[in-house]
């Protein structure tokens, strides 16, 4: 079982988002187990205040590297050795490879920011990766986590039911994936084409392939100086008037 722990101050915000479909079906199989844990429990003060003013001064809160640690120690042993990973736009971009990476973890700790981040400390002490989902800002880093989580769960054996799933998505080879489609075979006066409809396995998978190819060049050229291309591709692109 892949287990995911979560430092937050909105834990049942975690939980809730990541109890429906197929994260909810995958925790209730006993394939993932996920738990939340609310940062503002370990705080020192009546109040449960966990935030302070930056030294320095500055705009904005951070949260105080104590109730964090706490927090965190409060895993221990369950999570011991686990990578810790801290949702914010200053870490390396998430894409389908650092999911495959994660994937193979079997426990992983997220933690979540608030306000203008977290004590610097706090960072160097305990976080082993930062991970940022996007150049933009959120109001907090659990939105972000349950992204991660999805796309990491999704990769675990079984969560999906079957590995074909995965195989041929966006991504799995560093292209965009292919266009799909079903039933009725005439939509809106458009049609399926015709070499989905032939049953020859072949055809059909060379023509994804074509598709896939276009599609990247079309919507993501610079997915294609790093995808992993044959020299059948690359004649097929050059046939279509795309250099690499």
Excluded at 1 to 28: C, D, N, V, W
Excluded at 45 to 70: E, F, R, S, T, W
Excluded at 100 to 110: D, G, K, N, P, S
């Amino acid at each position: 079982m892949k287990q995911y722990f979560i430092l937050t101050l909105f834990p049942e915000m975690m939980e809730q988002t990541l109890s429906h479909s197929i994260m909810g079906r995958a925790q209730r199989d006993g394939l993932i187990s996920i738990k939340a844990v609310n940062i503002r429990d370990y705080t020192l003060n009546k109040q449960k205040h966990v935030d302070d003013y930056p030294y320095g001064g500055g705009a904005g809160m951070l949260i105080q590297g104590q109730p964090i640690y706490d927090a965190y120690q409060s895993l221990m042993p369950q999570a011991a050795g686990a990578r810790v990973v801290y949702l914010t736009p200053q870490g390396r971009t998430f894409t389908q490879g650092i999911a495959e990476e994660l994937a193979r973890e079997e426990r992983l700790v997220f933690l979540c920011g608030h306000y203008e981040g977290i004590d610097e400390r706090l960072i160097e002490e305990i976080v082993t990766d930062e991970i940022s989902i996007g150049d933009f800002v959120l109001t907090g880093g659990e939105l972000a986590a349950a992204a991660v989580i999805d796309a990491v769960s999704r990769l675990t054996p079984g969560v999906l039911g079957k590995e074909e799933s995965f195989a041929d998505e966006s991504f799995s080879d560093g292209l965009l994936e292919y266009p799909q489609y079903t039933r009725p075979p005439v939509f809106m006066g458009r049609e399926v084409p015709e070499v989905l409809l032939s049953g020859h396995h072949e055809n059909v998978a060379k023509w994804r392939r074509e598709q896939a190819l276009l599609r990247t060049a079309e919507k993501r050229p610079d997915l294609l100086a790093k995808a992993a291309l044959t020299e059948k591709d690359r004649q097929f692109l050059r046939g279509h008037g795309i250099e690499i």
